[in-house]
């Protein structure tokens, strides 16, 4: 760790998407951040699909907050492109395969709602995809998006580092002092406080541990085949085309699981999967499991520690970090910055109170 001999104003511990985000985003207004970040393996957004769907659950209904979301994370990637120099944000099509009447019905009646009309369609079949005779039909969402997440964490890093922001180092909470009622930790004491973003590891730290974790492990696979499919295509799992012949292809749900060992029938099922749209010529390049950090009620969870003022929490992204980080990040940053309000449905105070 560098940096002592400057006044730190915020000190981020995390460089998941929330973290690096966050830390670029607080750069922006002036503040001189540290951020340190120990590569632990389960990191989420190391195998996150980057998706971002305005359409959620088996009732298809539109996904929490997603207009307000979405204005936040389109200025965000957008001015992260034109700052890192590359493109990474990208408008997409998901294919939901509707594989029984009742879903078929469900699809069809949400796509006659006015709400719906610019973001669902329906059809009887998709050219591209070589399983039409084992599916009853398709939902076309229009209007998603998304990221090339390994693309955008490797660039921000690198442009933090150049910064002398992001620093590879684990952050030990036992090392940390209280003096003259504020946290230090090696002789630094952040002018706004230490900000947590460790993802799922939150469950490990001393300030925030009585709070409802609900940890989300699941496993992914980068695979190679051949299928002329652009988009996603979202049934049991979800096919995402990477580039040429590589695709994204996840995943699985094992709620409060902190193992990040490789589940050997969850690849197994996967596989099967995978052979029905690209042949049993694929190969699976690379299997990796990532832990969701989530709390029971599957919001974040923003804000201060109910006793230290310097202590804050930016957690709990769940299955939904890339669309959600970025409105986080506007709140936090107007609470911390112009003492708004956080809204109550993402505030940390609502375990305290
Ligand atoms: C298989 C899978 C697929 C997913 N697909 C999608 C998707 O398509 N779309 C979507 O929006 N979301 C998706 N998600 C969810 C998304 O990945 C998360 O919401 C998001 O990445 C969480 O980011 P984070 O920065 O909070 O946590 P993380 O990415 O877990 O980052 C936390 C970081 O903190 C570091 N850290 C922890 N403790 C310390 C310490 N003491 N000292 C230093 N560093 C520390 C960790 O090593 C890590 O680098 C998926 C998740 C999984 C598992």
């Given at each position: ?14 460089g998941?998407?929330?973290g690096?985000?966050?830390a ?13 970040d ?14 971002m ?22 200025i ?10 590359e ?6 099509q ?29 059809a ?5 995809l070589?399983?039409q005779?084992?599916?009853?039909s398709?939902?076309i ?25 992001f ?20 002789g ?14 939150v469950?490990e ?5 009585e709070l409802?974790?609900?940890a ?7 695979v190679?085949?051949?299928?002329k499919?652009?988009?996603?295509y ?11 012949n590589?695709?994204?292809c996840?995943s ?19 596989k099967?999967?995978?052979e029905?749209?690209?042949?049993t ?25 109910k006793?230290?003022s310097d ?42 109170f």
């Open positions: 760790m560098s940096k002592s001999d400057s006044i730190i104003d915020l000190c981020i511990i995390g998941g998407l929330a690096l985000t966050l670029y985003r607080a750069l922006k207004e002036n503040l001189n951040i540290l951020l340190l120990h590569p632990f393996e389960g990191t989420a957004s190391k195998v996150s699909g980057g998706v769907n305005p359409i959620t659950g088996k009732r298809y209904v539109k996904t929490w907050q997603w207009d307000l979301l979405k204005d936040h994370f389109e965000l990637y957008k001015e992260l492109e034109e700052t890192l120099c493109s990474f944000f990208h408008e997409i998901i294919i939901q395969s509707l594989e029984n009447p009742e879903q078929e019905n469900q699809w069809i009646a949400r796509s006659g709602q006015d709400e719906y009309a610019q973001l669902i369609s329906w009887s079949s998709v050219e591209q070589p399983i005779n084992e599916r009853l398709f939902g969402i229009h209007r998603a998006y998304q990221l090339e997440i390994d693309k955008l964490l490797t660039l921000l890093t690198d442009f933090l580092k150049a910064k002398n922001v620093h590879t180092e684990r952050f030990r909470h036992q090392e940390m002092e209280f003096k003259e009622n504020k946290w230090t930790y090696k630094i004491a952040p002018r706004l406080g230490f900000v947590f973003a460790e993802g799922y590891k469950s730290n001393p300030f925030f541990q409802p974790h609900f989300v492990k699941g496993q992914r696979s980068i190679e085949g051949q299928l499919f652009e988009g996603i979202k049934s049991s799992y979800s096919l995402c085309k990477i580039n040429g590589r695709f994204w996840g699985n749900y094992e709620f409060q699981n902190r193992d990040c060992s490789i589940n050997k029938s969850e690849k197994a099922q996967k099967k999967f995978l029905k749209l690209l042949g010529e694929n190969s699976i390049l690379q299997e990796l499991v990532g832990i969701r950090p989530a709390m029971k009620d599957r919001r974040p969870a923003i804000g201060t520690h006793i230290y202590i804050h929490l930016f957690n709990g992204m769940g299955t939904k970090g890339s669309s959600l980080i970025p409105y986080c990040i506007h709140v936090f940053l107007s609470f911390l910055l112009k003492n708004e309000p956080i809204p109550k449905e993402i505030n940390l105070n609502r375990f305290y």
